[in-house]
Nanobody, 125 residues
Framework: VQLQASGGGLVQAGGSLTLPCTASGGTLSSYAFGWFRQAPGKSREFVAAVSRGGGSTNYADSVKGRFTISRGNAKNTRYLQMNSLKPEDTAVYYC???????????????????WGQGTLVTVSS
């Protein structure tokens, strides 16, 4: 499956942004799915994940209550809704999908088999 993240851009602190991730060559409902991010000069870190069935989610403490991972109405698209953005949220955001045999919303990047190319989010103070 091929993933493509989009929707990044420049936003002021306190603002909102929604990142879609669209899949081709497979159906996203067959995969557990996650979002990760990499800030300048830092390692990639976990942001949020959802189980294959959609019934279980997992969030990093730094985004809990502000970010929401969702399916939306499009079958092959997943979203990361980001509210109350902070300058420290500035990063390249990546979407990822686990192998179809794994259903849990893992926070470990090595558990993910498929990766999108990333989209840059910049939050100004």
């Amino acid at each position: 499956v091929q993933l493509q993240a989009s929707g990044g851009g420049l936003v002021q602190a306190g603002g909102s942004l929604t990142l879609p991730c669209t899949a081709s060559g497979g159906t996203l409902s067959s995969y557990a799915f996650g979002w990760f991010r990499q800030a300048p000069g830092k390692s990639r870190e976990f942001v949020a994940a959802v189980s294959r069935g959609g019934g279980s989610t997992n969030y990093a403490d730094s985004v809990k209550g502000r970010f929401t991972i969702s399916r939306g109405n499009a079958k092959n698209t997943r979203y990361l809704q980001m509210n109350s953005l902070k300058p420290e949220d500035t990063a390249v955001y990546y979407c990822a999908a686990r192998d179809a045999s794994n259903s849990l919303p893992s926070r470990w990047e090595w558990d993910y088999r498929y990766w999108g190319q990333g989209t840059l989010v910049t939050v100004s103070s």
